[in-house]
């Protein structure tokens, strides 16, 4: 069966499931790693205000450093960990669906062979 096109009409739309369920996988990692992106901030966030109360004098005032350093490592990992799986993330949404269009006018013709 034969059909005529226009350039730019689309012709054949594909859907791959498979990439579909590893979006969903994805999309549930992304949200535990968004998830302990929050709880890292909080604790930066705890590290640097109990730091900048503590006097320099203070006997635990370099622990405090040491604790804000690792806090902001933490949250500094999380963000890239996030950054990373938004990557991944939008790489497969734009493969889920892929859409063929007519480059030129013509006739298109479609053999179904099994």
């Known amino acids: 069966m034969a059909s005529s096109v ?14 579909q369920e590893s979006k969903e996988e994805v999309q549930q ?7 302990m992106q929050q709880s890292a901030l909080s604790s930066l966030n705890f590290a640097r205000q109990q730091l ?16 804000a350093k690792e806090a902001q490592s933490s949250y500094d990992d999380a963000v890239s960990e996030a950054t990373a799986s938004q990557t991944k993330l ?25």
């Open 52 to 67: 900048s109360q503590a006097s320099k004098e203070d006997d635990g005032y370099i622990d405090l450093q040491k604790q």
């Open 90 to 114: 939008k790489s497969i949404s734009v493969k889920i669906n892929n859409v063929l269009i007519a480059p030129f006018d013509g006739i298109v013709e479609v053999n179904d062979k099994k």
């Open 29 to 35: 990692e992304l949200d535990k790693i968004q998830r």
């Open 6 to 19: 226009h350039k730019g009409d689309v012709i054949l739309t594909t859907y791959d499931s498979e990439k």
